[in-house]
Nanobody, 125 residues
């Protein structure tokens, strides 16, 4: 059984918005894990975008501050990423990740044990 399943990606024009979702399996409660969003563009390394810790504290990489918002709904056991003012350079596969820690580690791929399969975001100019 997949632990994390992303959805909500698609093809949009620059300036548009998307809300990505990451539904967690019943054995992984988003409110008791450090949760994160990453993305990977073709030919590039996977980069961390945002994290939310068990206390609800959030962090963002500088390049997305002010445009991206990470949140969670404990009742739905789902993580979200709201992306506004989309740019062509936001085109990538977006992944959610989870790590069983109260505080989130740095946004480094190897710090997270659980990953979704990704959802594609394509932004046209």
């Amino acid at each position: 059984e997949a632990q994390l399943v992303e959805s909500g990606g698609g093809s949009v024009q620059a300036g548009g918005s998307l809300r990505l979702s990451c539904a967690a399996a019943s054995g992984l409660a988003v409110s008791t894990y450090c949760m994160a969003w990453f993305r990977q563009a073709p030919g590039k390394e996977r980069e961390g975008l945002a994290t939310i810790n068990m206390a609800g504290g959030t962090t963002y990489t500088d390049s997305v501050k002010g445009r991206f918002t990470i949140s969670r709904d404990s009742a739905k056991n789902t993580l979200y990423l709201q992306i506004n003012s989309l740019k062509p350079e936001d085109t990538a596969m977006y992944y959610c990740a989870a790590e069983p820690r109260f505080w989130c580690p740095s946004m480094v791929v190897h710090d997270f044990d659980y990953w979704g399969q990704g959802t594609q975001v394509t932004v046209s100019s």
